[in-house]
């Protein structure tokens, strides 16, 4: 049985046998289940009108061992079904700064710690080396995640000869694509909502034999399905939009490390340095150069 249908015939179970407060509690979840990956027990119980005693027997007669388990478990379903973005805005309506706080940092380390763990660390160095040795490397990522794709170009264009320029004229990711070939990678950046252009570019990049290094949400993603390596990011938190603190964690683990292998990465930098200070692209206030 799927996660989603477990979930949901426990709760059945519970509006049927259960005790009146606690059976109504249930149908409520049953009728609100992304709140759960939204909140924290006192935030749903102020939603659900309970006391957060209720919440925490609830889970218990789930059979989680605590709240924290049962949220990440509605997390991954919600980031797997992807809740729209008006949902996610609607769900932090009328919550308390300090509630709403306290569950963006919570989810971020959680974020941060998924990212480091030692298997995703083994998957994003099997990924450096081949991207030291690439033709050209190209970014694609729009919408949210083009800031990601111009930060990974930009700061690797700083250190090595070989990535490409992200495109931010229409048409443009398409002439680069099919421009690539055996010897280069497309490292493509997107999650649900999947973007279209990005899915575009990888089946483009693919046909003309390139590697796609896929970063995204799931191993289901659009993108990921044929991909040459596949960083899975964890995204959790009750942000408008899915968090992208792992992504750019993620990416600079990768220009850290292909840095630390490279043996002009340094020089390289230092002279893009110098030829923007020369001309006075930083600017110098009360001594410290700001960039």
Same mark, same amino acid.
């Given at each position: 049985?799927? #996660?989603?249908?477990?979930?949901? =015939?426990?709760?059945?179970?519970?509006?049927?046998?259960?005790?009146?407060?606690?059976?109504?509690?249930?149908?409520?979840?049953?009728?609100?289940? &992304?709140?759960?990956?939204?909140?924290?027990? *006192?935030?749903?119980?102020?939603?659900?009108? +309970?006391?957060?005693?209720?919440?925490? *027997?609830?889970?218990?007669?789930?059979?989680?061992?605590?709240?924290?388990?049962? *949220?990440?478990?509605?997390?991954?379903?919600?980031? #797997?079904?992807?809740?729209?973005?008006?949902?996610?805005?609607?769900?932090?309506?009328?919550?308390?700064?300090?509630?709403?706080?306290?569950?963006?940092?919570?989810?971020?380390?959680?974020?941060?710690?998924?990212?480091?763990?030692?298997?995703?660390?083994?998957?994003? %160095?099997?990924?450096?080396?081949?991207?030291?040795?690439?033709? #050209?490397?190209?970014? +694609?990522?729009?919408?949210?995640?083009?800031?990601? =794709?111009?930060?990974?170009?930009?700061?690797?264009?700083?250190?090595?000869?070989?990535?490409?320029?992200?495109?931010?004229?229409?048409?443009?990711?398409? %002439?680069?694509?099919?421009?690539?070939?055996?010897?280069?990678?497309?490292?493509?950046?997107?999650?649900? &909502?999947?973007?279209?252009?990005?899915?575009?570019?990888?089946?483009? =990049?693919?046909?003309?034999?390139?590697?796609?290094? =896929?970063? @995204? %949400?799931?191993?289901?993603?659009?993108?990921?399905?044929?991909?040459?390596?596949?960083?899975?990011?964890?995204?959790?938190?009750?942000?408008?939009?899915?968090?992208?603190?792992?992504?750019?964690?993620?990416?600079?683990?990768?220009?850290?490390?292909?840095?630390?292998?490279?043996?002009?990465?340094?020089?390289? +930098?230092?002279?893009?340095?110098?030829?923007? @200070?020369?001309?006075?692209?930083?600017?110098?206030?009360?001594?410290?150069?700001?960039?």
């Amino acid at each position: 049985m799927k #996660r989603e249908e477990k979930i949901r =015939a426990n709760l059945r179970g519970l509006t049927q046998s259960a005790p009146p407060k606690l059976a109504q509690f249930a149908q409520w979840i049953q009728d609100n289940l &992304h709140q759960v990956a939204f909140n924290s027990i *006192r935030g749903l119980a102020q939603l659900a009108d +309970v006391d957060s005693n209720l919440v925490t *027997r609830l889970v218990r007669e789930l059979g989680y061992g605590g709240f924290d388990a049962f *949220r990440a478990e509605v997390q991954q379903i919600v980031q #797997r079904t992807g809740a729209s973005y008006g949902s996610r805005a609607r769900a932090l309506r009328d919550r308390s700064e300090a509630d709403i706080y306290a569950e963006v940092i919570s989810a971020s380390r959680e974020n941060m710690n998924m990212v480091t763990a030692p298997e995703s660390i083994a998957g994003l %160095d099997a990924c450096i080396e081949p991207l030291l040795t690439a033709r #050209r490397i190209y970014v +694609v990522g729009v919408r949210s995640c083009y800031s990601i =794709a111009h930060y990974l170009s930009y700061v690797g264009g700083m250190a090595f000869e070989n990535f490409q320029e992200v495109p931010s004229v229409p048409g443009a990711i398409l %002439d680069q694509m099919c421009a690539t070939g055996p010897e280069d990678i497309v490292i493509a950046i997107t999650y649900e &909502h999947y973007s279209a252009e990005v899915v575009r570019a990888c089946q483009v =990049a693919q046909d003309c034999g390139a590697r796609v290094l =896929a970063v @995204t %949400d799931s191993y289901n993603s659009p993108i990921a399905r044929n991909a040459w390596k596949v960083i899975q990011l964890p995204m959790a938190g009750p942000q408008l939009l899915p968090s992208l603190n792992s992504a750019f964690l993620a990416v600079e683990l990768i220009l850290a490390a292909m840095t630390a292998r490279s043996a002009g990465a340094a020089d390289k +930098v230092s002279s893009y340095e110098d030829r923007i @200070t020369r001309f006075g692209g930083y600017t110098e206030d009360g001594g410290v150069t700001s960039r």
